[in-house]
Protein backbone atom coordinates (compact mmCIF):
# COMPACT_ATOMS: atom_id res chain seq x y z
CA UNK A 1 0.00 0.00 0.00
CA UNK A 2 1.39 3.44 -0.74
CA UNK A 3 1.48 6.40 1.53
CA UNK A 4 -1.48 7.91 -0.49
CA UNK A 5 -3.58 4.99 -0.31
CA UNK A 6 -3.27 4.64 3.80
CA UNK A 7 -4.04 8.31 4.15
CA UNK A 8 -7.23 7.64 1.43
CA UNK A 9 -8.36 4.54 3.76
CA UNK A 10 -7.80 6.70 6.89
CA UNK A 11 -9.71 9.42 5.68
CA UNK A 12 -12.44 6.99 4.53
CA UNK A 13 -12.87 5.92 7.57
CA UNK A 14 -13.14 9.35 9.31
CA UNK A 15 -16.00 9.97 6.84
CA UNK A 16 -17.51 6.87 8.17
CA UNK A 17 -17.38 7.36 11.81
CA UNK A 18 -18.54 10.99 11.70
CA UNK A 19 -21.97 9.37 10.53
CA UNK A 20 -22.38 8.32 13.98
CA UNK A 21 -24.51 10.53 15.34
CA UNK A 22 -23.97 11.88 19.29
CA UNK A 23 -27.37 9.75 20.88
CA UNK A 24 -25.64 6.05 19.42
CA UNK A 25 -22.44 7.28 20.80
CA UNK A 26 -23.81 7.67 23.91
CA UNK A 27 -25.61 4.53 23.80
CA UNK A 28 -22.42 2.49 22.17
CA UNK A 29 -19.96 3.42 24.50
CA UNK A 30 -22.10 2.41 27.56
CA UNK A 31 -22.21 -0.97 26.12
CA UNK A 32 -18.53 -0.90 25.09
CA UNK A 33 -17.95 -0.15 28.95
CA UNK A 34 -19.79 -3.15 29.93
CA UNK A 35 -18.24 -5.30 27.83
CA UNK A 36 -14.74 -4.18 29.39
CA UNK A 37 -16.69 -4.36 33.14
CA UNK A 38 -18.03 -8.00 32.30
CA UNK A 39 -14.34 -9.43 31.36
CA UNK A 40 -12.36 -7.38 33.86
CA UNK A 41 -14.25 -8.50 36.84
CA UNK A 42 -13.76 -12.21 35.85
CA UNK A 43 -9.99 -11.92 34.90
CA UNK A 44 -7.05 -12.37 36.91
CA UNK A 45 -6.52 -8.74 37.06
CA UNK A 46 -9.43 -8.64 39.41
CA UNK A 47 -7.92 -9.86 42.28
CA UNK A 48 -5.21 -7.12 42.53
CA UNK A 49 -5.05 -2.81 42.11
CA UNK A 50 -4.14 -2.55 38.25
CA UNK A 51 -2.86 -0.07 36.42
CA UNK A 52 -4.44 1.22 33.26
CA UNK A 53 -4.23 3.63 31.04
CA UNK A 54 -6.63 4.95 28.84
CA UNK A 55 -7.74 8.13 26.68
CA UNK A 56 -10.09 11.25 26.61
CA UNK A 57 -11.98 11.02 23.70
CA UNK A 58 -12.61 13.33 21.21
CA UNK A 59 -14.45 13.90 17.72
CA UNK A 60 -16.47 10.58 17.70
CA UNK A 61 -14.31 8.07 19.35
CA UNK A 62 -15.87 5.69 22.43
CA UNK A 63 -16.54 7.47 25.60
CA UNK A 64 -14.87 5.33 28.34
CA UNK A 65 -15.09 8.61 30.98
CA UNK A 66 -18.04 6.49 33.48
CA UNK A 67 -15.43 3.69 33.31
CA UNK A 68 -12.48 5.62 34.22
CA UNK A 69 -14.41 7.06 37.36
CA UNK A 70 -15.95 3.42 38.24
CA UNK A 71 -12.61 1.82 37.94
CA UNK A 72 -11.00 5.02 40.34
CA UNK A 73 -13.31 4.33 42.66
CA UNK A 74 -12.34 0.66 42.60
CA UNK A 75 -9.12 1.65 43.72
CA UNK A 76 -7.57 0.93 40.66
CA UNK A 77 -5.11 3.16 39.35
CA UNK A 78 -5.98 5.29 36.00
CA UNK A 79 -3.45 7.04 33.85
CA UNK A 80 -3.90 9.15 31.11
CA UNK A 81 -1.69 9.98 28.21
CA UNK A 82 0.40 13.56 27.46
CA UNK A 83 2.19 14.14 24.38
CA UNK A 84 5.74 15.64 25.48
CA UNK A 85 7.63 15.81 22.81
CA UNK A 86 6.77 15.63 18.91
CA UNK A 87 8.12 12.20 17.37
CA UNK A 88 8.69 10.87 21.00
CA UNK A 89 6.92 7.99 22.93
CA UNK A 90 3.87 9.47 24.90
CA UNK A 91 4.32 9.76 28.79
CA UNK A 92 1.21 8.54 31.27
CA UNK A 93 0.19 10.37 34.24
CA UNK A 94 -2.12 9.57 36.66
CA UNK A 95 -5.91 11.12 36.91
CA UNK A 96 -8.13 10.68 39.80
CA UNK A 97 -11.65 10.69 39.01
CA UNK A 98 -13.46 14.24 39.34
CA UNK A 99 -9.91 15.85 39.28
CA UNK A 100 -9.73 18.80 36.58
CA UNK A 101 -8.19 18.28 32.97
CA UNK A 102 -6.03 21.22 30.96
CA UNK A 103 -6.04 21.43 27.14
CA UNK A 104 -3.74 19.79 25.32
CA UNK A 105 -2.90 19.04 21.76
CA UNK A 106 -5.52 17.32 18.83
CA UNK A 107 -8.79 19.41 21.32
CA UNK A 108 -8.21 16.16 23.95
CA UNK A 109 -8.03 16.89 27.83
CA UNK A 110 -4.76 15.77 29.79
CA UNK A 111 -4.16 15.42 33.84
CA UNK A 112 -1.79 17.43 35.25
CA UNK A 113 2.04 16.28 34.80
CA UNK A 114 2.94 16.27 38.87
CA UNK A 115 1.75 12.22 39.69
CA UNK A 116 3.76 10.41 36.80
CA UNK A 117 2.59 6.88 36.41
CA UNK A 118 3.74 3.50 36.45
CA UNK A 119 3.92 1.13 33.62
CA UNK A 120 0.19 0.56 32.63
CA UNK A 121 -0.66 -3.15 33.38
CA UNK A 122 -3.45 -2.76 30.82
CA UNK A 123 -3.65 -0.12 27.94
CA UNK A 124 -6.92 0.91 26.69
CA UNK A 125 -5.87 2.47 23.83
CA UNK A 126 -8.25 4.71 20.77
CA UNK A 127 -7.27 3.59 17.22
CA UNK A 128 -9.36 4.65 14.28
CA UNK A 129 -9.60 1.05 12.68
CA UNK A 130 -8.73 -2.53 13.08
CA UNK A 131 -7.61 -6.01 11.52
CA UNK A 132 -8.83 -9.42 11.96
CA UNK A 133 -5.77 -10.31 13.27
CA UNK A 134 -4.86 -7.67 15.87
CA UNK A 135 -3.72 -4.62 13.40
CA UNK A 136 -4.12 -1.79 14.53
CA UNK A 137 -4.54 1.94 12.40
CA UNK A 138 -4.02 5.16 14.45
CA UNK A 139 -4.56 8.56 12.96
CA UNK A 140 -1.28 8.87 11.47
CA UNK A 141 1.20 10.49 14.07
CA UNK A 142 2.87 7.32 15.58
CA UNK A 143 2.44 8.10 19.14
CA UNK A 144 0.86 4.95 20.45
CA UNK A 145 2.93 2.89 17.94
CA UNK A 146 6.31 4.00 19.80
CA UNK A 147 4.58 3.96 22.91
CA UNK A 148 3.72 0.26 22.48
CA UNK A 149 7.26 0.01 21.06
CA UNK A 150 8.87 1.32 24.01
CA UNK A 151 6.63 -0.58 26.71
CA UNK A 152 6.95 -3.81 24.88
CA UNK A 153 10.67 -3.65 25.51
CA UNK A 154 10.85 -3.67 29.10
CA UNK A 155 8.81 -6.91 30.71
CA UNK A 156 6.27 -8.06 31.48
CA UNK A 157 4.29 -6.01 28.26
CA UNK A 158 0.95 -4.29 29.35
CA UNK A 159 -2.50 -6.37 27.67
CA UNK A 160 -3.16 -3.78 24.72
CA UNK A 161 -7.13 -3.45 23.97
CA UNK A 162 -7.54 -1.16 21.22
CA UNK A 163 -10.70 0.77 21.46
CA UNK A 164 -12.67 1.66 18.65
CA UNK A 165 -16.47 0.93 17.16
CA UNK A 166 -17.28 -2.51 15.03
CA UNK A 167 -18.32 -1.06 12.34
CA UNK A 168 -14.61 0.66 11.79
CA UNK A 169 -12.90 -2.73 10.34
CA UNK A 170 -9.20 -2.86 7.97
CA UNK A 171 -9.85 -4.53 4.60
CA UNK A 172 -8.62 -7.92 4.63
CA UNK A 173 -5.86 -6.99 2.16
CA UNK A 174 -4.76 -4.54 4.90
CA UNK A 175 -0.76 -4.56 5.13
CA UNK A 176 0.03 -2.74 8.39
CA UNK A 177 3.30 -0.45 7.69
CA UNK A 178 6.66 -1.53 9.49
CA UNK A 179 6.26 0.37 12.54
CA UNK A 180 2.54 -0.33 13.28
CA UNK A 181 2.23 -2.02 16.68
CA UNK A 182 -0.67 -4.54 17.17
CA UNK A 183 -2.80 -4.82 19.59
CA UNK A 184 -3.57 -7.78 21.93
CA UNK A 185 -7.71 -7.33 21.55
CA UNK A 186 -10.68 -5.22 20.21
CA UNK A 187 -12.73 -3.54 22.38
CA UNK A 188 -16.16 -1.99 20.67
CA UNK A 189 -19.76 -2.20 21.73
CA UNK A 190 -20.39 -5.73 20.36
CA UNK A 191 -17.68 -7.03 22.65
CA UNK A 192 -14.13 -7.55 23.58
CA UNK A 193 -12.05 -9.81 21.31
CA UNK A 194 -8.67 -11.12 21.74
CA UNK A 195 -6.35 -12.39 18.72
Same mark, same amino acid.
Given at each position: ?44 ? !? ?6 ? !? ?56 ? !? ?83
Amino acid at each position: MTPDAYQDLRRQLLDQRKQLSRAQIAKDSERLCQHFLDWFTTSDY !ADRTCQIS !AFWPIREEPDLRPLLKHLSKLGHTISLPVIEANHEPLAFFEWQADEPLQEAPFGTREP !ARHRPAAKPDIMLTPMLAYGQNGERMGYGGGFYDRTLEQLRQQPPAPLVLGVTWQCLQLPQDYLPQRHDQAINGILTENGLRFF
